[in-house]
């Protein structure tokens, strides 16, 4: 039994990508997402984005990302997170940096698999997270709402979590500090909802502001998705690929950069 990787498999972002959880074996996190596909997160592992844990990689971590690494040389992403929020573990680049040790390591049939990381944004803030963050060579980072309505509902952040506002800063200083070679793309989730009492993120004011934040970021890439999924709560339901290209030309517009590429999937 695998204690630190699952797959590899077909992503929609990534192409062929193995999973590596650097956290508990249960979710711990800083929100608790409508839409999230690992399902609630349980009050008690709902923490501060000032919480840490210390689970440094045991040697179990190299010889199982050795083994499996030996056989799949067509892989194109290394991919912390799915478990939470990677950037709680404290000990998160020291599993950087043995997967790059042995990754460089091996033949691989096109270009080596990139190191990526999942994270929810809510950590950024502070300094040295971002340090830790920007070296690896591509950050998968959450901004599902764009003002603080839409963020507490789709959210549902921890209470010491700031500002929408404040998150938005901690990208732009993100994609500012980050490394020439490395990139930065934000993820979007839009949903919709089957409850009428319930106002999905989904909504013209949420997919503007939204705009407006990336037009200040300037990320690589941007990338619009939904659900694909049993979402934790059963009223959320994913938008289809007409509302997400729809998405696409709002943000076009606004951000009107040429050089940030825009994805649907």
């Not at 043995?98 to 502070?126: C, H, M």
């Not at 009492?197 to 990336?214: E, G, R, T, V, W």
């Amino acid at each position: 039994m695998r204690e630190y990787t699952y797959g590899p498999f077909q992503s929609r972002r990534l192409g062929l990508s193995l999973g590596v959880n650097v956290l508990t074996n249960y979710k711990l996190c800083t929100y608790n997402c409508v839409y999230c596909e690992i399902g609630l997160t349980k009050k008690e592992n709902l923490v501060s984005p000032n919480y840490r844990i210390k689970l440094p990689p045991s040697p179990n971590f190299r010889k199982e990302l050795k083994s499996i690494l030996t056989y799949f040389p067509h892989l194109n992403s290394i991919t912390f997170g799915y478990n939470g929020e990677p950037t709680l573990n404290e000990n998160l680049l020291d599993f950087l940096k043995v997967a790059e040790g042995i990754r460089n390591k091996f033949d691989w049939a096109n270009q080596k698999p990139i190191l990526t990381l999942f994270t929810n944004s809510s950590t950024l803030y502070i300094d040295k997270i971002r340090k830790r963050v920007s070296q690896f060579e591509l950050v998968l980072a959450k901004l599902d709402t764009a003002n603080n309505d839409d963020f507490k509902r789709t959210n549902r952040p921890h209470h010491d979590v700031p500002n929408i506002e404040m998150i938005i800063e901690s990208l732009i200083k993100l994609k500012q500090e980050i490394p020439k070679n490395n990139k930065l793309a934000i993820q979007i989730l839009i949903y919709d909802s089957y409850n009428k009492d319930f106002i999905p993120n989904n909504n013209s004011k949420n997919i503007l502001d939204i705009a407006q934040a990336l037009k200040k970021i300037k990320p690589d890439i941007i990338q619009i998705y939904s659900t694909a999924r049993i979402p934790a709560e059963y009223f959320v339901f994913s938008i289809d690929d007409e509302r997400k290209r729809e998405i696409a030309s709002i943000f076009k517009e606004v951000i009107r950069d040429d050089k940030i590429e825009i994805n649907i999937y």
